[in-house]
């Protein structure tokens, strides 16, 4: 089930994009660790066209039917030393979902600024098991500076303020 984005529209993903090439011209895209070396330009235009004219099911579509990720990874064994793990089958998901979310939270919190406007968390998502520090946050309202400017410093999953509230969340934020 595709996340639903209260704010999905024209002027928010102007926006977007605009975010999006900002990370581009500073050399601060996101590449998932479990991204196949040499598909970071691929990435790059799916991302963008999924910006531009689609959604994160798309986008998620398109990093299978591409063949984007790795099947497997070194990982580290807690008591030293290596093994090779299977990429999670949730990966492409969580990878769509969570950079799309992301630059729609980023683009929505420029327009926010402009138009001089909060925003405000809510679950576009529905969840099996919602995390109590993702429930803690629906209805919050946050300043679009400050959110914005956590989520262009940290890029990936971990964010200072903790939104778009971590892979698989279902949270994300609309105008308030």
Not at 12 to 33: C, H, I, P, Q, W
Request: proline share 3%; with cysteine; hydrophobic share 40%.
């Amino acid at each position: 089930m595709a996340i639903s984005f209260n704010n999905l529209d024209s002027i928010t993903r102007d926006y977007m994009r605009g975010e999006v090439n900002l990370d581009f011209e500073n050399a601060k895209v996101y590449y998932s660790k479990f991204l196949k070396a040499g598909l970071e330009d691929q990435w790059d235009d799916l991302l963008l066209s999924a910006v531009n004219d689609h959604d994160e099911a798309w986008l998620e579509q398109q990093i299978v039917v591409n063949q984007l990720l790795v099947d497997s990874y070194q990982k580290r064994k807690p008591k030293g030393g290596f093994t090779t793990a299977k990429v999670p089958y949730t990966a492409p998901q969580t990878l769509a979902e969570g950079e799309f979310n992301r630059f729609y939270c980023r683009g929505l919190c420029a327009r926010a600024i402009e138009e001089g406007k909060m925003v405000q968390v809510y679950r576009g998502k529905e969840v099996a098991h919602a995390r109590s520090a993702s429930e803690a946050m629906i209805g919050k309202v946050v300043d679009p500076k400050v959110l914005l400017e956590d989520l262009r410093v940290n890029i990936g999953v971990d964010t200072a303020l903790g939104l778009p509230a971590g892979p698989n969340s279902g949270l994300t934020i609309k105008l308030s």
